[in-house]
């Protein structure tokens, strides 16, 4: 059952995150997964001309946390409780970075999530993210 659209979580996002809003956009949002890109600049670069690792790390993150929110609503206060990155190869360099986003396991109060990053055009992921949050009880 999916409790936001695609234009809700955009919308969300731009409300509650306008920081990083622009940054990421919505490929896809659907019942079992959730595409997100991150929209690669200079700013996510690193020397060598590599996408950053705490770039890769705030796209699965917010890939996880948009999929979560798609599913039970918008609730700002889910955290981030747990996380682990592990970079499987170097991204192509210039090209933006997508997250296919599946929940595992969706709790009262925890959601288990994982997401496969991929550099646009290679078909090998170039990072895998798994990663806990924590929902706050409804008031």
Same mark, same amino acid.
């Given at each position: 059952m999916q409790a936001m659209d695609r234009a809700a979580l955009e919308a969300f996002l731009d409300?509650?995150?306008?920081?990083?809003?622009?940054?990421?956009? @919505?490929?896809?949002? &659907? #019942?079992?997964? /959730?595409? %997100?890109?991150?929209?690669?600049?200079?700013?996510? *670069? !690193?020397?060598?001309?590599?996408?950053?690792?705490?770039?890769?790390?705030?796209?699965?993150?917010?890939?996880?946390?948009?999929?979560? @929110?798609?599913?039970? &609503? #918008?609730?700002? /206060?889910? %955290?981030?409780?747990?996380?682990?990155?592990?970079? *499987? !190869?170097?991204?192509?360099?210039?090209?933006?970075?997508l997250a296919e986003v599946r929940i595992l396991k969706l709790g009262r109060s925890l959601a288990v999530a994982d997401a496969l990053v991929f550099s646009e055009g290679l078909a090998e992921p170039v990072a895998r993210a798994s990663m806990t949050y924590a929902i706050p009880p409804a008031r």
């Open positions: 409300l509650e995150f306008p920081q990083v809003a622009g940054e990421f956009a @919505l490929e896809e949002v &659907g #019942p079992e997964r /959730l595409l %997100v890109r991150l929209r690669v600049g200079e700013r996510h *670069l !690193r020397p060598g001309g590599t996408v950053s690792g705490p770039s890769i790390f705030a796209l699965a993150d917010v890939g996880i946390y948009l999929a979560i @929110l798609a599913r039970i &609503g #918008p609730v700002a /206060l889910a %955290v981030t409780t747990n996380a682990c990155v592990d970079f *499987l !190869r170097k991204p192509t360099a210039g090209c933006d970075l």
